[in-house]
């Protein structure tokens, strides 16, 4: 493609996503303008309020043994103190959204906010996520669930803990010791897509240490046999051969973190070309 044309089609490309995702930043309830991410949503697995917005995705298949099964895993981690993050926790971060949805964002850990609301994505980072999210039909209040790779916050100094500023990335042994509970989630809701915002849970999930710039674009298969091996000795790695074979079906599309298109706006066409593949992935009849 000549620098011409190319100029011209990443000036296409920014145009549409600007124009979308600022156009879904409010969804329209009965004539009111509610800015989406503030709209009353479950917190783990209960009942799900309507967003008030139509959604243009496929309607969660709704699965009754989901929600319990996640709402059990919450109860049995709620107290957890198996890493050091635990001990300095305001809230435990589990997830939020429909548990019986078709696709699952991974992000890295809690922030500030998320800590003190006990919800990922709350923040400034969040509310554009639920933009991001809206352009394609999708919200965590409908047919989106959203985890991170850790459940609590992780600070520089946890001696400061009501200063701003302190959040820093979740430890290789902080995510090693924290991933079990997001691989239950993950077999339990077995998603058809996964889409992993920035560089930890992409590394996590795509298990290599390449940077997200090389990885994103791209539709990859999740690796369940790496995950939960055939013959693990590991009681909370163990899932059924349905299971196996569900989640041999499940893709990963990665795509920079919010925060990264906060920091770097230029970012955000190639990030709006990663949704799309998402949507249209969505859009396909599942199996
Ligand atoms: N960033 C994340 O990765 N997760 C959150 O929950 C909030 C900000």
Redesign the pocket.
């Known amino acids: 493609m000549s620098d011409r044309k190319k100029l011209i089609v990443d000036a296409k490309q920014w145009v549409e996503q600007e124009r979308v995702w600022d156009d879904q930043l409010y969804c329209s309830k009965e004539g009111k303008v509610v800015i989406a991410s503030e709209a009353k949503h479950s917190i783990i697995a209960g009942q799900i309020a309507s967003s008030g917005r139509q959604t243009s995705g496929n309607p969660p298949r709704h699965d009754s043994m989901k929600a319990p099964a996640l709402m059990a895993l919450y109860e049995k981690y709620k107290d957890c103190v198996r890493c050091p993050l635990g001990p300095t926790r305001i809230k435990i971060?589990f997830g939020v959204g429909n548990p019986s949805s078709e696709v699952l964002f991974i992000?890295?850990?809690?922030?500030y906010e998320?800590d003190r609301r006990g919800e990922?994505?709350v923040?400034k980072?969040?509310q554009l996520l639920d933009k991001m999210m809206a352009a394609i039909g999708l919200s965590r209040q409908t047919n989106a669930y959203i985890a991170?790779i850790v459940k609590c916050h992780p600070m520089t100094d946890p001696l400061t803990p009501d200063a701003r500023g302190n959040d820093r990335p979740p430890t290789p042994e902080e995510v090693a010791t924290c991933s079990p509970i997001l691989l239950q989630q993950i077999a339990i809701m077995k998603p058809r897509a996964i889409m992993t915002?920035?560089s930890p849970s992409t590394k996590m999930i795509l298990h290599t240490k390449d940077a997200i710039t090389g990885l994103r674009g791209k539709m990859v298969p999740f690796d369940v046999d790496y995950f939960y091996p055939a013959n693990t000795e590991v009681e909370e790695l163990k899932i059924s051969a349905e299971t196996r074979e569900a989640l041999r079906q499940t893709k990963v599309i990665p795509t920079y973190?919010p925060?990264a298109l906060l920091r770097n706006p230029n970012l955000k066409p190639e990030s709006w070309t990663d949704l799309k593949l998402l949507r249209d992935l969505l859009a396909k009849p599942g199996a």
């Open positions: 971060v992000g890295e850990g809690p922030g998320e990922p994505f923040g980072s969040g991170n915002l920035g973190h925060a």
